[in-house]
């Protein structure tokens, strides 16, 4: 079983407010994911960490603001959201950010802008 | 571009057959290869990964892999209805992102 715990599973927020999406992974992981999912689309990759730094950013708006405070966290800092935003924001991990390695997902927040 | 694609579906099988989902992709340097079930509301649950040519068997899941081909495959034996979910077909290509296809909705008819 996967351990990759995410927090809030459901979240409403205005667009003027800032608010956090965190995800924790207990597997010893050295690489995190946050990847955007609208409904009957597949996951699409938001960021990439790779041993706490940021690898990948796939040109996601500067709204939306990763942070990795250690090798276990991963938080999502939303400030001025559109309501376009709202979807599933899964966290990820896997052992290093290779080909060849496994990604396991989080159970996901649930995002609602008003 | 590169590029992960499956029938959409939906594939409506009856329960105690084989669904059988289809696959390609566009890069042939690509090492990796999941099979990922999503169901409404829920996140991605990993069901099989495989790396090398040939079948990979796990209880009533193989999955098929050609790279000749670029084709990936998993059949679902004795398919229930608890198998009717969205399955994503998923590829590490040779820059380490994990790409999707579209998914294909399967339902299984009890």
């Known amino acids: 079983d996967t351990e990759v715990t995410q927090t809030p599973k459901h979240l409403v927020m205005g667009m003027t407010n800032k608010k956090s999406l965190k995800c924790e992974q207990h597997?010893?992981?050295?690489?995190m994911y946050w990847y955007k999912q609208k409904a009957k689309k597949p996951p699409e990759l938001m960021f990439v960490?790779?041993?706490?730094?940021?690898?990948i950013n796939e040109s996601v708006p500067s709204r939306f603001s990763p942070e990795c405070p250690n090798s276990s966290l991963l938080n999502l800092h939303l400030h001025a959201l559109q309501p376009e935003d709202s979807a599933l924001y899964l966290c990820?991990?896997?052992?290093?950010?290779?080909?060849?390695?496994?990604?396991?997902f989080g159970e996901g927040s649930w995002l609602t802008v008003v | 571009q590169k590029e992960v694609e499956q029938n959409s579906g939906p594939l409506s099988v009856p329960e105690g057959a084989i669904a059988s989902l289809n696959c390609t992709y566009s890069?042939?340097?690509?090492?990796?290869f999941f099979w990922y079930r999503q169901y409404s509301g829920k996140s991605p649950e990993l069901i099989m990964f495989?790396?090398?040519?040939g079948d990979k068997e796990d209880g009533r899941f193989t999955a098929q892999l050609n790279k000749a081909s670029q084709y990936v495959s998993l059949l679902i034996r004795d398919s229930q209805p608890s198998d009717s979910a969205t399955y994503l077909c998923?590829?590490?290509?040779?820059?380490?992102?994990?790409?999707f296809g579209a998914g294909t909705t399967v339902t299984v008819r009890a």
């Open positions: 495989i790396y090398s040519n």
């Open positions: 998923a590829v590490i290509f040779n820059d380490y992102k994990l790409s």
């Open positions: 960490y790779s041993y706490e730094k940021l690898s």
């Open positions: 597997m010893g992981h050295r690489a």
């Open positions: 990820a991990s896997s052992q290093v950010a290779s080909s060849g390695n496994t990604i396991y």
């Open positions: 890069d042939r340097g690509s090492q990796s």
